[in-house]
């Protein structure tokens, strides 16, 4: 029993180097990808329920490594987050999104683009800098930008959040509580630590909306409670009609998923019939 304890120790061992090896092999690969140009933004649709036009874009990071192919960003960007390099990474993805959707813009497409804020970002001291300096570098009107912050980087440090998304607002950006649900804070709390204009509805609870009673009271609660905020909701990861029909019934203004459209690379994203209409 002993001898076959170590060699499961060992084997455990084993994983854990191998595992550590991938995160510095990662890291590195990280740090020459953006001169590389191996990250690219994908665009995911969200659509109003009521009439099925765009109501913006949500931009999502994506990396291919030389190597290893696709690395998903659950994978990378922890790995960007604990290395600091999300900071760097992050004002690259603020840029080429308001220049991707200036041009939108100039085109006749005229929407709000989604961007996520890492935690991180959300703590350093030149956000408000960057976001300025991306807006103007584009020309894209600030109100067109629309900043996703999930809700434990604010429950992190609410004071210093307070301070930053003050400094934000200022310029004129709109704000999104991002996987709204799986944290602890009320809406009502975090209504007062900063004006919300958009509150995304984790899919967890949208994926039972359809069969669970629990899931199904929890949106209406989410979704009224939105309203009265004078926010909008946004349902993520919607995949079915079904779940579509079940949200518009309860009054949820937006919907994201892949039942509308998975995230594609830019030149897909206005090209006819890639985007499912709610309808
Ligand atoms: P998120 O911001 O909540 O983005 C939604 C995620 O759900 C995306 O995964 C999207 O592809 C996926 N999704 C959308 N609709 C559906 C659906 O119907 N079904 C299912 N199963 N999934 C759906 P993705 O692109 O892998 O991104 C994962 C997370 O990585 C994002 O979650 C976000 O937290 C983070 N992320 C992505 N891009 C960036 C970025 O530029 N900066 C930062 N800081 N984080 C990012
Ligand atoms: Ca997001
Ligand atoms: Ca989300």
Same mark, same amino acid.
């Given at each position: 029993a002993k001898a076959q304890g170590k060699a499961r120790l060992e084997v455990f061992d084993e994983s854990l180097r191998a595992r550590a090896l991938e995160r510095l092999d990662i890291e590195a690969g990280l740090r020459e990808a953006i001169a590389a140009g191996q990250l690219e933004l994908h665009y995911q649709p969200e659509v109003r =329920?009521?009439?099925?036009? =765009? *109501?913006g874009m949500a931009a999502l990071l994506r990396w291919t490594h030389p190597v290893h192919g696709a690395i998903s960003p659950a994978t990378f960007i922890p790995i960007a987050e604990q290395s600091g390099l999300i900071v760097p990474i992050g004002e690259w993805v603020l840029k080429t999104a308001c220049r991707q959707a200036a041009d939108w813009r100039a085109r006749g497409h005229d929407f709000v683009i989604a961007v996520n804020l890492s935690p991180l970002q959300l703590s350093s001291p030149s956000l408000a800098r960057v976001v300025d300096d991306a807006l103007r570098d584009s #020309? =894209?009107?600030?109100?067109?930008l629309c900043l996703e912050i999930t809700e434990s980087a604010i429950m992190e440090d609410p004071e210093a959040a307070r301070r930053v998304l003050r400094a934000l607002t200022a310029l004129g950006v709109r704000l999104a509580i991002d996987d @709204? #649900?799986?944290? *602890? /804070?009320s809406l009502s709390k975090l209504k007062h630590l900063l004006p919300v204009d958009v509150i995304k509805i984790d899919k967890s609870f949208v994926d039972g909306i359809t069969d669970g009673a629990d899931d199904h009271a929890i949106v209406a609660a989410i979704v009224s409670l939105t309203h009265e905020l004078g926010a909008t909701a946004v349902a993520e990861g919607v995949e079915t009609a079904e779940q579509a029909a079940a949200l518009r019934a309860l009054d949820c203004h937006v919907a994201q998923g892949y039942h509308f459209s998975r995230p594609l690379p830019a030149y897909r994203? @206005? /090209?006819?019939?890639?985007i499912r209409s709610a309808a």
């Open positions: =329920l009521a009439d099925g036009a =765009l *109501y #020309g =894209l009107p600030a109100s067109a @709204f #649900g799986v944290g *602890y /804070s994203c @206005f /090209s006819q019939s890639e």
